[in-house]
């Protein structure tokens, strides 16, 4: 694997796993077969946090008939991966919100008829094997993101209004591990390379949120986690980022990168020579040396073996107690 697979790997983890979603309404009973669901109280969706009401001010009202407000929702761990994968994948051609492009080169997924006769991933699934170019995702994750799709659906109103505009009363809280227990799991897990009282201390404090935290920690992206080399990228005022340099000969420098383009690379070398030479087709070679590496492959790790995500909820609920 890839340095830039693993970092997208692992911020895929980070927001696959910000699980935690509560859901404040109580499921309704169903209604029997063949008959349409009663609708709820104007202005209001029906319980259950699926189906929708289209109430506007004028008084007018719709009850919810169609696939996409009948179709049973998926968990909301579920639907929390299916956005992250979702928007890894897709969202840069079909956009955040699932419209696609203006001039229709992607298409609009909100009025996508795969899409909406869709149940569970069958048809998603089965378009996206076929896609160009190709998508290749396993079973589960393609169902999360066509679980995803629906429960975007399931906010649309009448008459072409958008998504969103009757909020569900879905709110997002990812501690809901125990602090405990993640004390033990972090010495094991973290702790040969960070310590609460020492590269970490008061790192609770240090973020607005519990999700930022549980952000920052699986992906690696603050400096507190991974010594992030700034925004530079390969050079150009980035910070220090470790190289090495393959020069046509075939020999190695180490050394901090400096500069890197189609043309010329800058290298300081340990004991503080400054180091430039012309480039051409490649030559020489540059290979950084990711400082986030370590932690990326540790945190790809675990995603393997904690399937359950149990571990970094209870690790996030420890590391927030750290003030």
């Known amino acids: 694997m890839t340095t830039p697979t693993r970092v997208l790997t692992a911020l895929v983890l980070a927001g696959a796993w910000t699980t935690g979603f509560v859901l404040a309404q109580a499921p309704a009973p169903q209604a029997p077969q063949g008959q349409t669901p009663a609708p709820a109280a104007q202005g209001q969706a029906p319980q259950g946090g699926r189906g929708r009401v289209d109430a506007p001010p004028g008084g007018g009202r719709r009850g919810g008939g169609f696939t996409q407000f009948t179709r049973p929702i998926a968990s909301q761990d579920v639907l929390v991966r299916g956005k992250g994968l979702y928007e890894t994948n897709c969202a840069s051609c079909h956009a955040v919100d699932l419209r696609g492009t203006v001039d229709g080169k992607y298409p609009n997924l909100l009025r996508s008829g795969v899409a909406l006769r869709d149940q569970h991933g ?173 932690h990326v492959d540790a945190i790809v790790k675990l995603a393997h073996e904690d399937t359950t995500s149990r571990m970094m909820h209870d690790i996030t609920a420890y590391l927030w107690t750290i003030k």
């Open 122 to 294: 069958e048809l998603i699934g089965t378009r996206l094997g076929k896609h160009a170019p190709p998508i290749t995702l396993s079973q589960p994750d393609a169902t999360a993101v066509a679980e995803y799709i629906h429960s975007v659906h399931s906010t649309m109103s009448g008459q072409g209004s958008p998504p969103g505009r009757y909020p569900q009363n879905i709110t997002l809280n990812v501690l809901v591990g125990d602090a405990k227990t993640g004390q033990a799991s972090f010495a094991a897990v973290c702790g040969k390379c960070h310590s609460t009282t020492g590269d970490l201390k008061g790192i609770g404090a240090k973020f607005q949120d519990a999700r930022a935290l549980q952000n920052g920690w699986v992906s690696g992206s603050t400096s507190q986690f991974a010594g992030g080399r700034g925004g530079g990228g390969r050079g150009g005022g980035g910070g220090a980022v470790p190289a090495t340099v393959t020069l046509a000969d075939g020999s190695k420098l180490d050394g901090t990168l400096v500069r890197e383009d189609d043309f010329l690379v800058v290298l300081i070398l340990p004991d503080g020579t400054r180091k430039s030479w012309a480039r051409n087709n490649g030559v020489p070679r540059v290979e950084i040396k990711d400082p986030k590496a370590g």
